[in-house]
């Protein structure tokens, strides 16, 4: 079954699946929440399925991963937010420019 990699907590980076790559992620930029992940690319049980998340802006302390069914595409962007929430999440988040 085709499933989604969430990445709540990380900041930026990309992502690979037993050596592919399932793309990037900066959920600052947004609004992509999810990374979709087809189902043939896990290997089948007994055999160990090989996930890197490769992380530019430092390891989170509080950051999870896990698969979902739904994808989520509706996120924050620094796009959709005042001026005053894009400040608080660029500085929580990445420190380049998103413009």
Same mark, same amino acid.
């Given at each position: ?14 992502a690979f699946l037993n ?8 959920? +600052?930029?947004?609004?992509?929440v999810t990374l979709y &992940? #087809?189902?043939? *690319?896990f290997k089948p049980y ?21 698969? +979902? ?7 924050? &962007? #620094?796009?959709? *937010? ?18």
């Amino acid at each position: 079954m085709d499933t989604f990699l969430r990445l709540d907590g990380w900041r930026k980076g990309l992502a690979f699946l037993n050596g592919f790559n399932l793309g990037r992620y900066w959920p +600052v930029a947004g609004p992509q929440v999810t990374l979709y &992940t #087809p189902a043939h *690319l896990f290997k089948p049980y007994p055999e160990s399925n090989n996930l890197i998340v490769f992380e530019l802006e430092g390891f989170p302390s509080e950051s999870t991963v896990q698969f +979902v069914k739904t994808h989520v595409l509706n996120g924050t &962007t #620094p796009y959709n *937010l005042s001026k005053t929430s894009r400040k608080k999440m660029l500085n929580k988040g990445s420190k380049q420019s998103l413009y």
